[in-house]
């Protein structure tokens, strides 16, 4: 059932959250907060070598060291065959995954793992990595995406060949991938164009940048049997790929989801935990494995970095009539850079009838890419909402009035196949043209940049089990990690069904043994998706103690109303008994046919694409080319909030990354393909100074395949930052920065290059 | 087990000994927060750590016989901030140390340590040359004053011998119509490693004409530099337009700065240029008694 | 050299521990004494995940020695709290829901409470500029920055508890 926006009492109030004492007394248990008798401290060894040839690993000296207790290279992993599946927002090979968690013949980044050590203490598992004795043949490589595209670049796999072309690939390149959309006549269409603008953009990597590095605790049995205690986004996910990467049947694999410290896409994969359970198994004691800060950044999953070339042509009156777009998007190591989503975000906004959009998968010797919130999006909506800008201003056209004339709406078919429905873009727009920062002038000396953003959201399976205790407080159990307050969500879509106080229902997240399977926390789903399998767990649950209390009546089910968390005798039985609240009906549930518990598993879908648009004002030191952003107003059609305070949380922290992907952070490279800033010193995410205030603004059109409405939040608003910062600077400065980072330097530079 | 040895005497005597004694690599701790980082980075493996913070007198302010400051060597930077007398005198120097990493690393770093960490990118120690400030430095062969631009002989070398360390600074008295300031340039507005670094002293006449000034640059060479043609601009002058532009072009001139993660070569001789405007312009204001805010 | 003996008072108890001289004073509180709320995220004293109190002022963990510890004493997020009653800080950090994943938390929270123990009134700028070096990926600082103006509030007998 759907349920009617009046009548909600608990969805769209903000309690406290059920984990949240535990998160302010230092008392939440982290993965790397886990101990377990006997633990070893496992430790990899790291290629110095952005590509070389692994000629031979002697570990005898390392291994002879007391105090080591195992070590482990690929030859103790199965060298496994190529197998594509579809997890969460990607493709992913798990032979790829495989030789990315322990590399085999050949080392393709800095910080590639080569070996693994497990000693009693870190100091030991430290000095045993030294003692590693690793002999490379030192091949040329490539960082670039443009670079790894030519004809001579050096190759990093034999047996890549370029997927999507016709005539079949012949050679071996460092293109995986070409993807193309097309619609309708793009040649026709710039024909009949009276303005045209284009553009050539550049983005750099930028890291996911979690506090949390990644961390597990793995216990291997010696009945085969093993534990991992991991903070990840998905425990199923964990025990999948930990299973396939180690040959294991996932029933001996159990895995205890431990708090997750920032995932943000990047705690999709694994890099740890085989190795853990190898390393365990060999010494037959727990291993812990923490990464360093450094081996996050140099061994861990950044988005891609790339290049987009954007060209659009228009009528007079605004009108698009063509749309073209060439993206080449950085892979890292192994194929699987999201160039999919970057092909169909980039016009997803608007209504265009000719369309034609080129994408390259391209691998090079950096790390293998992760997810990193709306994967793909960020990096072809700047280039696209920059030259969207740009056109404003060639027609002279207020850039919110481009944006209306274009906008997608409900029924627009898209360059990429599917037909928005229920979209709520034009709503966010009337919210933009509706809002005060909209409305204010730009101070003097400051500028004014807007930018639009779309991002799909996706559902997929979810399990949720709700208990009525035999108090009648209730507990709700799913397989969603919370990653940012999905406990509090949860409870409060459940405690609105069952009509009760949200304080008496508490959320927890089960392991992989307790509960059925729930896809990852990724794609913006948990809050539909598995707040879809709550809500429906809780309303068998009402259905149950319907039947419960007719059957203490001894009235039809029918006859029964369930309010405020009470059965009510109904219709000609209205008032002939006193009302059975939820604690009554617990405390009779072994009369009325035992434990009262409903378990759903979902596999959602429809789950309501998301928009957003933001406002920002700069200023801009010309001397030193310092931007400082002023005001900040981020606007998103979020379908319902259920805890409108998390959902402003994920909006405003989704804007403060694209801050400082637009401004300050970067992978350096130094000529030996090292990468020069592994450390949060010199990779520079926003501090607490750097921002203002960031003003979330909701826009509510609830989407209908939810039963409260709700679509995804988390991802969206990381999509439009960087296009309305270099919009501000273009409007502050005159100068338009098409490479990212907008980084002091540059911006001087362009500066003093525009005179 | 470890090898790593730990003491922390309460002498200078005692210091001396354990550093001249030592048979592998010495490391003196005051705050740790560029030791604790390089430690556990592995850039240094040292074979004794002798913490001093417990020879008497290396924490805390004291006014000199002179009339001047003494500084310890090993006061920790949210100190030296509290100071009240010191940042009415010596602003720049405050608020440069002040500028050094997080209010977490204020609460441990000290002037000691940024200058022998010998970066050239340390932030308090364009303003500590710019004071003409003194190291007291003790060792073996007793007690000797040094200036602190004698120090820093390279990224991360300096002139004090094995045995030696750094026991207080002493700043001159402060004659009337005299200020200082410094500035640097980051890609955020804090925690980041300064791309440029610039500490200006100044001490005007009434007519607000400067008489004597000392111009330093960080981040520009591979130490902090001194730079007297910089100086000699301001010298005879009141900071008009003329004055200014060729300050610019005399910081821009002496910077020698190399192409790295935080700056380029270009952009760094610009920023030197401007810093030393801006940071100019607070001085002079400080020393004509028009402004008493910070300049960060 | 053998492990060094050392006394502190931590969250008002005295303490006493064995650490090795390379052993941060995080180290030790983690694996040592087994106080986990102080967390690592850089170990390079960027992040401020690992922040403590030491003998009143605000330090990150990670860059002090274990050994440096004799005689100090130690306030850490277990010890933010009086007992059952928790500070305006972790109070207010929870009513605005200025946490989401909740890792930098611990550390968000002490360097709060030093501030507001140093200076009871913060401006907006002034807070910005003190949790500077308490990295936050989550939330954007928006509501980290609310909850601790009006923690500070609070404390001044301006808002409710």
Redesign the interface.
């Given at each position: 059932m759907n349920y009617v926006a009046s009548d909600l009492k608990v969805v769209g109030t903000?309690p406290?959250?059920p984990?949240?004492?535990?998160?302010?007394?230092?008392?939440?248990?982290?993965a790397?907060?886990t101990?377990a008798a006997g633990m070893l401290w496992g430790k990899i060894k790291r290629s110095p070598h952005a590509h070389a040839r692994i000629l031979s690993i002697d570990t005898s000296k390392a291994a002879a060291l007391p105090g080591v207790k195992a070590v482990v290279t690929a030859a103790d992993f199965p060298d496994i065959p190529s197998e594509e599946a579809f997890v969460g927002e990607g493709p992913m090979n798990f032979r790829d995954l495989a030789l990315n968690v322990m590399a085999r013949s050949k080392a393709l980044y800095e910080g590639h793992a080569i070996a693994a050590v497990a000693a009693t203490t870190q100091?030991i598992a430290?000095r045993a990595l030294e003692l590693i004795d690793v002999q490379y043949e030192v091949l040329p490589f490539v960082i670039d995406v443009e670079a790894a595209m030519a004809p001579d670049a050096p190759i990093l796999h034999d047996d890549l060949f370029t997927a999507g072309v016709n005539p079949k690939a012949e050679k071996p390149s460092n293109i995986a991938k070409v993807v193309t959309f097309k619609k309708g006549d793009v040649e026709a269409g710039f024909k009949d164009a009276e303005v045209v603008v284009e553009g050539r953009y550049t983005t750099q990597p930028v890291h996911?940048?979690?506090?949390?590095?990644h961390a597990c605790l793995a216990s291997y049995q010696p009945d085969g049997q093993v534990s991992i205690h991991a903070s990840s986004q998905g425990h199923f996910m964990v025990r999948a790929y930990t299973a396939k990467l180690l040959g294991m049947d996932m029933a001996n694999i159990r895995v205890n989801p431990a708090?997750?410290?920032?995932?943000?896409g990047g705690k999709t994969l694994i890099y740890l935990e085989p190795v853990a359970v190898a390393l365990s198994k060999k010494a037959g004691r727990p291993v812990k494995i923490?990464m360093?800060?450094?081996e996050v950044f140099r061994g861990s999953g950044p988005t891609s970095g790339a290049t987009v070339e954007v060209k659009i042509g228009a009528k007079k009156d605004g009108t698009i009539v063509a749309a073209q777009q060439v993206l080449k998007y950085q892979a890292g190591a192994f194929p699987g850079s999201p160039i999919g989503p970057g092909c169909m975000c980039g016009f997803a906004m608007y209504d265009l009838p000719n369309v034609d959009v080129v994408g390259y998968d391209v691998v090079s010797n950096r790390p293998k890419v992760a997810a990193y919130r709306a994967p793909g999006a960020p990096i072809t909506s700047f280039a696209v909402e920059s030259a969207i800008d740009d056109l404003a201003r060639k027609l002279g056209m207020d850039p919110l009035t481009l944006r209306e004339k274009n906008a997608a709406k409900n029924g627009t078919k898209t360059h990429y196949g599917p037909v928005h429905q229920n979209i709520g873009f034009t709503a966010v727009l009337d919210a933009v043209k509706a809002h005060p920062h909209w409305k204010t002038p730009v101070k003097d000396g400051q500028g004014r940049g807007l930018a639009v953003g779309f991002w799909f959201n996706i559902g997929g399976e979810s399990t949720a089990t709700v208990h009525v205790n035999e108090d009648g407080s209730v507990t709700v159990a799913t397989g969603s990690p919370d990653?940012?307050?999905s406990r509090a969500s949860m409870g409060m879509m459940v405690a609105e069904v069952l009509g009760i106080d949200v304080a008496r229902v508490k959320a927890t997240v089960a392991d992989t043994a307790s509960i059925g399977f729930t896809h990852l926390t990724g794609g913006s789903r948990v809050t539909f998706a598995t707040g879809m399998a709550a809500t429906q767990a809780a309303e068998k649950v009402v259905d149950d103690l319907k039947k419960r209390a007719a059957a203490t009546w001894e009235i039809p089910v029918e006859a029964v109303e369930w309010k405020d968390g009470k059965a009510y005798p109904a219709g000609s039985n209205a008032g002939a008994f006193e009302p059975l609240d939820l604690a009554a009906l617990a405390l009779k549930a072994a009369r009325t046919g035992g434990p009262i518990v409903a378990e759903v598993s979902v596999n959602a879908q429809g789950a309501g694409a998301g928009f957003g648009a933001h406002i920002c004002d700069v200023s801009v030191d010309k001397?030193?080319?310092?931007v400082t952003i002023e005001r900040y107003t981020a606007v998103q059609d979020v379908g319902r909030a259920i805890?409108p305070?998390?959902v402003?949380?994920?909006i405003?922290?989704?804007?403060?990354?694209g801050i400082g992907w637009a401004?300050?952070e970067e992978y350096?490279y130094n000529a030996k393909g090292q990468m020069?800033?592994p450390?949060?010193?010199?990779y520079?995410?926003?501090?607490?100074?750097?921002?203002p205030?960031?003003e979330?603004v909701l826009v509510e059109v609830p989407n209908p395949r939810h039963p409260f409405g709700v679509r995804g939040v988390g991802e969206v608003p990381i999509v439009p930052p960087m296009a309305a910062i270099g919009n501000a600077i273009k409007s502050a400065t005159g100068v338009r920065m098409p490479d990212l980072p907008m980084?002091?330097?540059k911006v001087?530079?362009a500066l003093d290059a525009a005179g | 087990m470890s090898s790593l040895s730990y003491a922390a005497p309460t002498t200078v005597d005692e210091a001396v000994k354990l550093l001249a004694g030592a048979s592998g690599l010495a490391k003196v701790l005051s705050g740790g927060t560029d030791l604790l980082v390089q430690l556990r980075a592995g850039r240094l493996k040292p074979d004794l750590i002798v913490d001093t913070k417990k020879i008497p007198g290396i924490i805390g302010i004291r006014k000199g016989s002179d009339g001047g400051f003494v500084i310890g060597a090993a006061t920790p930077g949210a100190e030296v901030e509290a100071n009240a007398e010191l940042n009415a005198a010596w602003p720049g120097i405050v608020e440069a140390l002040d500028l050094i990493g997080s209010t977490q690393v204020q609460g441990r770093c000290s002037l000691a340590g940024n200058l022998c960490n010998a970066s050239p990118a340390a932030d308090s120690v364009p303003a500590l040359f710019a004071a003409g400030a003194i190291a007291v430095v003790v060792g073996g062969k007793g007690k000797r004053e040094v200036p602190v631009e004698q120090i820093p002989t390279g990224p991360g070398r300096t002139s004090l011998g094995k045995d030696e360390f750094i026991l207080e600074f002493k700043l001159p008295p402060r004659g009337a119509r005299s200020g200082d300031a410094y500035l640097r340039f980051i890609p955020r507005t804090e925690m980041d490693i300064a791309v440029v670094g610039c500490g200006i002293n100044v001490t005007l006449d009434e007519k607000g004409v400067c008489t004597a000034a000392r111009v330093a640059l960080g981040a520009v060479s591979p130490t902090v530099i001194m730079v007297p043609e910089a100086a000699q601009v301001l010298v005879g002058h009141t900071l008009d337009a003329d004055t200014l532009a060729k300050l610019d072009a005399a910081a821009q001139a002496a910077a020698k700065p190399i192409t790295d993660k935080r700056g380029t070569v270009e952009y760094r001789k610009k920023v030197a240029g401007v810093l030393a405007r801006r940071v100019a312009a607070i001085a002079f204001d400080r020393a004509q008694g028009k402004t008493n805010g910070k300049a960060h | 050299m053998a492990k060094q003996h050392v006394t502190a008072v931590i969250n008002g108890e005295e303490t006493e521990f064995l650490c090795e001289t390379q052993q941060t004073m995080l180290d030790v509180l983690r694996d040592v004494i087994g106080l986990t709320g102080s967390k690592e995220g850089c170990a390079s004293g960027d992040c401020g995940a690992c922040s403590v109190i030491v003998d009143g002022r605000l330090v990150c963990s990670c860059l002090m020695l274990g050994v440096e510890a004799e005689g100090k004493t130690i306030t850490t997020i277990e010890g933010v709290a009086d007992g059952e009653t928790l500070h305006p800080v972790q109070q207010k950090f929870l009513e605005h829901a200025a946490l989401q994943c909740g890792f930098c938390t611990p550390g968000l929270i002490v360097a709060a409470k030093a501030l507001l123990d140093e200076n009871p009134n913060p401006t907006e700028t002034e807070a910005r500029y003190w949790l500077a070096g308490n990295l936050c990926r989550c939330t954007g600082y928006d509501k980290v920055i609310r909850a601790v103006m009006d923690a500070a509030a609070v404390m001044r007998g301006e808002a409710a508890r």
């Open positions: 903000r406290v959250r984990d949240g004492v535990d998160k302010v007394t230092g008392r939440a248990v982290f790397a907060d101990r100091e430290d996911q940048a979690y506090i949390e590095p708090e997750i410290g920032g995932g943000f923490q360093t800060r450094e990653i940012g307050g001397e030193t080319g310092h805890h305070s998390y402003e949380g994920q405003q922290g989704g804007a403060a990354q401004l300050n350096i020069e800033n450390g949060f010193l010199d520079r995410v926003p501090v607490a100074s750097d921002v205030m960031i979330a980084s002091p330097p001087r530079a | - | -």
